[in-house]
């Protein structure tokens, strides 16, 4: 039998599932700022402050997962935080790496961020199964929200950058 979640639950499980990946993973320090909520409009990537972390860039992960619940979380990366976190992971230099290595480790935090989440949701006794990670680059990202009864855009702050981490849900 399964538990529908409430609202704070899966807020409770989105954070702890973030800090525990990029705290596993890269030995981050990650500090959750706040929430948006994004249901029911149109919705693109988080707008980027090149004057704050020098970039024009966004890496977006992201993972589709289903079930009885539905959905799909994303990861936003700057394109400095995406090389750092990368470094620090691989333990290859920024000045060494090449935008392969970048995407793979940006499409398997959002694996990690998104198995995590979901293996959570399956200790309440949901039977879930996870896509394969999609990783795009670029200035701005259109998410797909049609269909999907939640979308919550969570602020994270990683070393000192700014981390988005986007949950879309759909209730079957």
Known sequence: MSVSPTSQKIHDLVIRSFTKVFETMARATCVFQDYELHSGTKSSSPKLDPAKDGSDQVFAA?????????????????????????????????????????RDVCGELANMFTGTFT??????????????????????????????????????????????????????
């Open 119 to 172: 293996s959570a949701l399956a200790d309440l006794g949901h039977s879930i199964s996870l896509s394969v990670p999609t990783v795009k680059r670029g200035k701005r990202v259109a998410i797909a929200v049609s269909g999907t009864s939640s979308h919550v855009r969570y602020a994270f702050d990683v070393n000192d950058y700014r981390v988005h981490a986007d949950v879309l849900l759909m209730e079957n």
């Open 62 to 102: 992201s993972v589709t997962f289903a079930g009885r619940l539905n959905g799909t979380c994303y990861l936003f990366l700057s394109n400095p935080f995406a090389h750092h976190i990368s470094s620090e992971i691989t333990g290859i230099p920024m000045e060494k790496l090449r935008d392969a290595a970048v």
